[in-house]
């Protein structure tokens, strides 16, 4: 089954500055999908990778997904204390079909003022 | 506004008893999902429908039942044969197109304590 491992677990940084969260697959992916969570709620969808080499930003936030396929990183760009809470990737593990996602244990990113 | 409800927020039972968890959806879509999320884990799937009256086991669908009578909700039912029900639950719904990836939208999620 395809796993996916999420690095670093947890992020401190300071308010402003610029930070990446990884998310690497052990299969190829054939969607990826990155989430934000605020503790004790659901998920919020963010931007959504399917092409070798395809990146979107919304806003300060850049996802890029590598020529592989194997691996995502979400970047923010000055970081904002609103921009703190838990980010998930999750993967379509299956071509086709129901999307059985897989995902990520989740990077827990707090901003410091 | 469309949107997915799960109800209640918080839920607690004794040891032994089934519960069910409620989640409904207004947004018109085929497909809806139930996770299970543990502290510091990412979610695991539980079960999925694509279609009314059907329905698939996830990963961890072992002491869980579902079913979806209706296309506007899809309800879980935690049974006593789960070993380990404390979590948090999220159900989400996408739209079903066969071979194109929709993006899943999430409830608030249901934290089941079992005492």
């Known amino acids: 089954s395809q796993e996916l491992e999420q690095s670093p677990q947890s992020l401190i940084v300071q308010e402003g500055k610029n930070l990446t969260i990884n998310c690497t697959s052990s299969k190829t992916l054939y969607g990826l999908y990155w989430y934000k969570q605020k503790y004790g709620e659901g998920l919020i969808f963010l931007m959504m990778?399917?092409?070798?080499?395809e990146e979107k930003s919304h806003e300060k936030i850049t996802a890029k997904l590598d020529e592989k396929k194997q691996q995502s990183s979400l970047h923010i760009t000055a970081s904002q204390p609103s921009h703190a809470g838990i980010y998930l990737c999750g993967a379509d593990g299956v071509r086709g079909g129901a999307q059985k996602l897989v995902f990520g244990q989740g990077t827990r990113l707090t901003i410091n003022p | 506004d469309g949107g997915i409800t799960q109800s209640p927020k918080y839920l607690f039972r004794k040891e032994g008893q089934n519960v069910t968890l409620s989640c409904e959806q207004n947004?018109?879509?085929?497909?809806m999902y139930w996770y299970r999320q543990d502290p510091g884990q990412g979610l695991r799937l539980i079960y999925y429908?694509?279609?009314?009256?059907?329905?698939q086991k996830g990963d961890i669908a072992e002491g869980y039942s579902v079913s979806r009578e209706k296309k506007e909700s899809f309800p879980l039912t935690v049974t006593s044969a789960q070993k380990n029900p404390t979590a948090f639950y999220l159900c989400a719904s996408s739209i079903f197109s066969g071979r194109a990836l929709n993006e899943q939208f999430f409830g608030p999620g249901t934290r089941l304590t079992v005492l």
């Open positions: 947004l018109n879509h085929d497909a």
């Open positions: 990778l399917q092409k070798g080499g």
């Open positions: 429908s694509q279609i009314v009256n059907d329905f």
